[in-house]
Nanobody, 123 residues
């Protein structure tokens, strides 16, 4: 019922910036939490940043605090992830996700997923 499509992934050098976008189709109201997850080769999927569709109570993984910012444009049904000061450890497939959940960070609690956009950060 909700479809998500990520874009904006690229290959950048350490210290660079990227802005990921997630275009959402279908209805996501204030009961939905949306956010970004990432999965590196050989690693489990982890939450990067999530937020209520109202814009309140953002969650950030400790590894990205101070560097990444989650935001949204509700008029255009778009979720963003501004990534600054990128590090090689940020290299992963980044996924947009949504769900009617109170979980801040558990991938299993999110129902809808995009196909992912690749972010590669070189030293």
């Amino acid at each position: 019922q909700v479809t998500l499509a990520e874009s904006g992934g690229d290959s950048v050098q350490a210290g660079g910036s990227l802005r990921l976008s997630c275009a959402a189709s279908g209805y996501t109201d204030r009961t939905f939490r949306m956010g970004w997850f990432r999965q590196a080769p050989g690693k489990e999927r982890e939450a990067v940043a999530t937020i209520w569709t109202s814009g309140s109570n953002p969650y950030y993984a400790d590894s990205v605090k101070g560097r990444f910012t989650i935001s949204q444009d509700n008029a255009n049904n778009t979720l963003y992830l501004q990534m600054n000061s990128l590090k090689p450890d940020d290299t992963a497939m980044y996924y947009c996700a949504a769900g009617r959940t109170f979980s801040w960070s558990s991938p299993s609690a999110y129902t809808y997923w995009g196909q992912g956009t690749q972010v590669t950060v070189s030293a």
